[in-house]
């Protein structure tokens, strides 16, 4: 080729000619991703690759001398004739890079990639186009872009970040396990507060979205999950501190909270925590409305089941200290009632405990209480 240029200077062949030639546009740049892709640390694999981009490179030169737009590319490497399946083809890449090398060389005639997709493919099948290539290291890249470009179109036009989590399928109930860690979706707490910053008077928090979708115990559940995950905990704190803040602004009393998060069996519960820190939240937010741990759990449960449940966390160390508390805040609500020590007697279960049990020592001192304020009445 090079004997045939120099005899021939005016109609010189370059070896991108040829080889397109020979192989299509199309083909010419598959066999170039191909060979990008070539790794090793051997002098072959090195310069196998080396050839490849610079050939790549020939290859967007002569698209460029030829005046073909980015349309024209994509069109040349047959990606028209893809359909949905345009990510699958490796010469994707070519045309991404195609798009880079023509808005460099013309900045006044820059080219969106999106744009092109846009008008082939409806919104939502190009979402699931992109989430697919997302997936995929050798499309990640592109996809990532895309996407960047179809959010801010999304933002121009106002979708609301609602209407995104659907596109986006982030509402999927097969998604519970491992949201918080996908990247679509940390990317779509990104959009919120690019709403939320572009719209101010119509400020909507992340979680009260996805409250939407999942129940306050689902989504809670998911919330704790995720802190337990360095990958995620950065996120989880985030959405566990609005999940406080968007309770106390629907007016949802720590009452409320309880029901909805389903503390039925409360120190079993890996909610019980978030429950705590609501109620201290609420506190601070509400300082005239006063709030007991204790009134709460005995509308829900009965004193006898109540006691049970406290004398059986007061033995575990992560509850010893909160249990113990409620029940001695237990104790004195049966003294202020005056209830009769045979009722506590059996709530306590102190029938066949050790003298030096927790049940009998409250007991004991439930007993003393009474015989010295109730000493009329037989015990």
Same mark, same amino acid.
């Given at each position: 080729m090079k004997l045939s240029n120099k005899l021939n200077p005016k109609q010189q062949t370059s070896l991108v000619s040829t080889l397109t030639a020979h192989y299509g546009d199309d083909g010419l740049a598959r066999i170039i991703e191909s060979a990008k892709q070539?790794?090793?640390?051997?002098?072959?694999?090195?310069?196998?690759?080396?050839?490849?981009?610079?050939?790549?490179?020939?290859?967007?030169?002569?698209?460029?001398?030829?005046?073909?737009?980015?349309e024209d590319v994509f069109d040349l490497l047959k990606l028209n004739k893809a359909g949905y399946k345009i990510f699958d083809k490796p010469e994707v890449n070519s045309w991404m890079k195609y798009v880079d090398t023509y808005n460099k060389k013309y900045p006044r005639k820059k080219m969106s990639m999106f744009y092109e997709l846009k008008v082939r493919f409806d919104e939502e099948t190009l979402v699931n186009m992109l989430i697919k290539a997302r997936s995929v290291p050798s499309t990640e890249a592109i996809a990532v872009r895309v996407q960047a470009e179809q959010t801010q179109r999304w933002l121009t036009n106002g979708k609301s970040p609602e209407d995104?989590?659907?596109?986006?399928?982030?509402?999927?109930?097969?998604q519970k396990d491992t949201l918080l860690e996908n990247p679509l979706f940390v990317s779509w707490v990104k959009y919120t507060d690019d709403f939320n910053e572009r719209y101010p008077r119509h400020p909507d928090l992340a979680i009260s979205t996805m409250l939407k979708h999942f129940s306050s115990d689902?989504?809670?559940?998911?919330?704790?999950?995720?802190?337990? @995950? &360095?990958?995620?905990?950065?996120?989880? /704190?985030?959405?566990?501190?609005?999940?406080?803040? =968007?309770?106390n602004k629907n007016g949802d009393a720590p009452g409320t909270v309880f029901t909805l998060l389903k503390l039925n069996k409360l120190?079993? @519960? &890996?909610?019980?925590?978030?429950?705590? /820190?609501?109620?201290?939240?609420?506190?601070?937010? =509400?300082p005239r409305q006063r709030v007991n741990e204790l009134s709460i759990l005995r509308k829900h449960f009965s004193d006898a089941t109540l006691s049970k449940m406290l004398l059986e966390a007061e033995k575990i160390p992560s509850t010893k200290a909160l249990a113990s508390d409620l029940l001695d805040d237990l104790v004195i609500r049966w003294m202020a009632s005056e209830t009769v020590p045979t009722k506590v007697y059996s709530w306590l279960r102190v029938e066949g405990t050790a003298e030096n049990s927790v049940a009998r020592g409250l007991y004991d001192s439930y007993l003393k209480f009474y015989k010295q304020h109730v000493p009329d009445v037989a015990t």
């Open positions: 070539v790794s090793g640390i051997t002098k072959e694999a090195s310069d196998t690759a080396a050839f490849a981009k610079r050939l790549q490179t020939e290859q967007m030169y002569r698209w460029l001398e030829n005046r073909e737009t980015p995104v989590f659907k596109l986006l399928k982030l509402n999927s109930a097969k689902t989504l809670t559940k998911m919330v704790v999950d995720a802190s337990k @995950s &360095p990958s995620s905990e950065s996120i989880a /704190k985030r959405l566990d501190t609005e999940l406080l803040l =968007n309770w120190f079993d @519960s &890996p909610l019980l925590p978030t429950w705590q /820190k609501y109620i201290a939240y609420f506190r601070e937010k =509400n």
